[in-house]
Each structure stands twice: as C-alpha cells, then as structure tokens.
C-alpha cells in the first residue's frame, strides 16, 4: 500500500518526542505532509509551492501544537 512505509515508524516517532497518543499524532503529522504535497503540487499552492523555509517552520510549529504541554483536565 503506498504511505505504509513512511507510515509505520511513524508512531515510534511521535512517542520518542513524548507524544501520549502517537498513533493519532502520527496520523495528523503524515496527513498534513500528505495535503502540503498535494497542494504544492496539484492543489490551489502549484501556482506558488512553499520553499523549504517555509515548510520548515509550518512543520516545526505543527510539531509542537502536537506535542506541547497540556493542562491536566478536572
């Protein structure tokens, strides 16, 4: 199946960067991988990709939306 390669480590990935729920990060992190591709390359962004400093800093700031402290609930 394509994307199952990338997709398989991907949970030891989140989990090394202390995600409590790696599954699901890694499934949000692929996704958005998944629509800056196909926007950069088929979508609405083929007329303007991002460069490289700007995917950088999209994922850095998604990578730590996914994994910053949370308040504990109660």
């Given at each position: 199946m394509p994307g199952m390669r990338?997709?398989?480590g991907a949970?030891?990935?989140t989990c090394a960067l202390g995600s409590e729920e790696p599954?699901?990060?890694a499934r949000s992190f692929i996704a958005w991988?998944?629509?800056i591709a196909f926007d950069s390359l088929a979508g609405s962004?083929?007329?303007s990709p991002p460069g490289y400093d700007e995917l950088y800093k999209d994922a850095e700031e998604l990578v730590g939306?996914?994994?910053r402290e949370r308040p504990?609930?109660?």
């Open positions: 990338a997709g398989r949970p030891l990935r599954a699901r990060h991988c998944d629509g962004g083929a007329a939306t996914l994994f504990e609930e109660g």
